[in-house]
Every structure is written in C-alpha cells, then in structure tokens.
C-alpha cells in the first residue's frame, strides 16, 4: 500500500512538473484576462479613418464595447452582421465584430481569421493575447502556467491556457508568434490543474 502512495505521488509530481515555466517569464497582467480591455490597444494593420468593436446587441448604445476617436463629421449606421468572433451564445451580445470605415466605406471584420488580419502585424501584449484567443488559448490568472509571456524582436512568447472536461482540466501551452505575419506555433506544456468536482452551473456562467 505504502508503494502504492510513494508510486502515486511520485507519477503526480512528474505529471504537474512538465507544465514549469522559464523564469525570464513575466506574469500577464491579471486585467488583461478580460477581453474588453484589450481591443484599446490594437494598432490597426491598415490605415482606417474610425473603428469600433461591437457586441451583437440591438441597444446601439450598449452595444460598442471600444471606439477609436471618431471625427465629428461621421456617422455609421450599419445593420449588426449575422455572426461575429468569440461566439459565446445564440441570441443577444452573444459575439463581437468590428466596424470599420475606409475611404468612406464601411468594413465588416466578423470572425476570427478577420480579426487577425486586422491586427495585421502584432505590435504589443494584448495583440498577442487577443490573436491567441481567436485560437481557442485563453488567460488563467490562477497559474503562472496559464499566464506568462516574453516579449522579443520577432516573436512574442506566451504560456496560456485551455481547459475541457468535467470535472475540469486545464492544460497548459507554450505559444510563439511571429510578430511580422501573426502566425502561432503552439505546444502543450502538460496539465496543471485538475478539479475534484463536476460544477455544471460555474461552467456555464464562465463562458
């Protein structure tokens, strides 16, 4: 029986022990989990004259979630497009989209291979966070296994997150992008966190 424990313990420490992450690693800021607040820091791969990020919602008050500076003498009034990025839901502020307009043309940015080719070149952090969101990586504040990055030349370097099952089970990934073309390279760093419990209700809520 003792072996048995000695034995368990030891598979679980090599288990948890590959999901470790470099000490030149700096922890994501905690408030740039949410996704609303990092959409102010994209630099916009071409030249607009005003932009906005938009939830799905018929309130076009409620619905602008970040809105570039726009000028005095434009309106946009555009009807909310059937589909849009990080679809949550079905219904209302259920996804996201972009509004743009270009040489007085409105453009739709509305999934999200459109949104990375409207972050084009990936110029800071939160580009690089929102890029890896658009392939399903998310920020776990929790762990530094789900939350660290590196900033370099050409490549932005992330630990970030992905979780599944019931009970819940988050795993942990090495990220590389290239800072030029916005391509990701992704590797799993291991499972570093597992829930005793199956919580239907906290997993809805969370998504």
Not at 106 to 113: D, I, K, N, R, W
Request: one cysteine or more.
């Amino acid at each position: 029986m003792k072996l048995m424990v000695i034995a368990s313990l030891i598979l679980s420490h090599l288990f948890f022990a590959q999901t470790a992450v470099p000490d030149d690693y700096r922890k994501i800021p905690d408030i740039l989990d949410t996704t609303e607040y990092l959409y102010p820091f994209i630099v916009p791969d071409k030249d607009y004259g005003y932009w906005r990020v938009l939830t799905n919602d018929t309130d076009l008050e409620k619905a602008v979630i970040y809105e570039s500076q726009m000028p005095d003498f434009m309106t946009v009034n555009e009807p909310i497009p059937e589909r849009g990025f990080f679809q949550q839901c079905i219904g209302n502020r259920c996804f996201s989209y972009i509004l743009a307009c270009k040489k007085e043309r409105s453009v739709y940015f509305s999934s999200e291979q459109q949104l990375r080719e409207f972050i084009g070149t990936v110029d800071n952090l939160p580009e690089a966070l929102l890029l890896a969101q658009t392939y399903g990586f998310s920020v776990d504040t929790s762990n530094k296994a789900g939350s660290s990055y590196k900033i370099e030349d050409r490549h932005i370097n992330l630990y970030l997150s992905k979780s599944k099952g019931c009970p819940e089970i988050r795993e942990s990934y090495f990220i590389k992008i290239n800072r030029k073309n916005g391509k990701l390279e992704s590797k799993n760093n291991g499972v570093y966190f597992k829930s005793e419990n199956c919580n239907t209700s906290s997993q809805t809520d969370s998504k």
